[in-house]
């Protein structure tokens, strides 16, 4: 059973859409305390989404993610939400695609490479030169020494 979305598309960034068709929605009974609904009413929502099978994800954003959140994939390649913080099932498909939508969110853009430089000729003199006054300074507050 799939929900009816307003525009049947989640949009993640410029350029990244998944339509919902990708998604599987499964429903079960929440747990934890709700009244005399609780033993009656699937409300809890679990998404599945084949993410290595996904065409809608851009390669570099497909790697970043599957780096990212190895440990929340099956072995199927299948990412799996679930969410029961809400009391009907609506909600919680809505809970489940935000979470997937700020995961992806995460992951959308390409780090930033960190390229090592050398410090300048310069730099490292002013702080030799630095460290030479600090010893002076320390240097004179010494009491003088009684070999004289």
């Given at each position: 059973?799939?929900?009816?979305?307003?525009?049947?598309?989640?949009?993640?960034?410029?350029?990244?859409e998944i339509p919902h068709g990708e998604f599987t929605f499964s429903f079960s009974r929440s747990g934890g305390p709700g009244g005399q609904n609780v033993n009656k009413v699937n409300t809890k929502a679990e998404l599945r989404w084949p993410v290595v099978k996904s065409p809608s994800l851009p390669y570099g954003v497909r790697a970043r993610f599957?780096?990212?959140?190895?440990?929340?994939?099956?072995?199927?390649?299948?990412?799996?939400?679930?969410?029961?913080?809400?009391?009907?099932?609506?909600?919680?498909?809505?809970?489940?695609?935000?979470?997937l939508q700020e995961?992806?969110?995460e992951v959308l853009e390409r780090p930033i490479v960190r390229r090592a430089t050398k410090p300048t000729r310069a730099s490292q003199a002013r702080r030799v030169d630095s460290k030479?006054?600090?010893s002076k300074k320390k240097q004179d507050r010494r009491a003088p020494r009684g070999d004289d």
């Open positions: 059973m799939t929900p009816e979305f307003p525009n049947n598309l989640l949009t993640i960034g410029p350029g990244v599957l780096a990212k959140f190895e440990n929340r994939i099956t072995t199927d390649g299948e990412l799996v939400l679930t969410s029961q913080r809400y009391r009907d099932q609506a909600s919680n498909v809505e809970d489940c695609l935000q979470k995961m992806l969110g030479r006054e600090n």
